[in-house]
Nanobody
């Protein structure tokens, strides 16, 4: 069974850090790109970052550039999203997804292309 499971969310103060994990099972993670998305209450889900399968190239949406870092270890079937300098506006449910091969701005914005999604992990940034 193809599955993605996120973990690592929680409550953090502004300026703090969290590291989200996305564990894959049931398929070869090394063949696919992994995307991170988030959805805040009352807002549409948005693409945050992604990492390609082959060359490890990455893309970040403007609001997280310089603060978030995506990485992967195919041998461990895991992708991480390191989130630093967190802001209240980063509060959302974060999802990882797969199903495409490449990480580009176009793919990150084409959410219908991402066929397998995790259940999400809640991130709350508040003092």
């Amino acid at each position: 069974q193809v599955q993605l499971v996120e973990s690592g969310g929680g409550l953090v103060q502004p300026g703090g850090s969290l590291r989200l994990s996305c564990a894959a099972s049931g398929f070869g993670l090394g063949y696919f790109a992994i995307g991170w998305f988030r959805q805040a209450p009352g807002k549409e889900r948005e693409g945050v970052s992604c990492i390609s399968s082959r060359d490890g190239s990455t893309y970040y949406t403007d609001s997280v550039k310089g603060r978030f870092t995506v990485s992967r270890d195919n041998a461990k079937s895991t992708v991480w999203l390191q989130m630093n300098s967190l802001k209240p506006e980063d509060t959302a449910t974060y999802y990882c997804a797969t199903g495409v091969y490449y990480c580009t701005e176009r793919y990150l914005n084409a959410q219908d292309e991402w066929k397998v999604w995790g259940q999400g992990t809640q991130v709350t940034v508040s003092s």
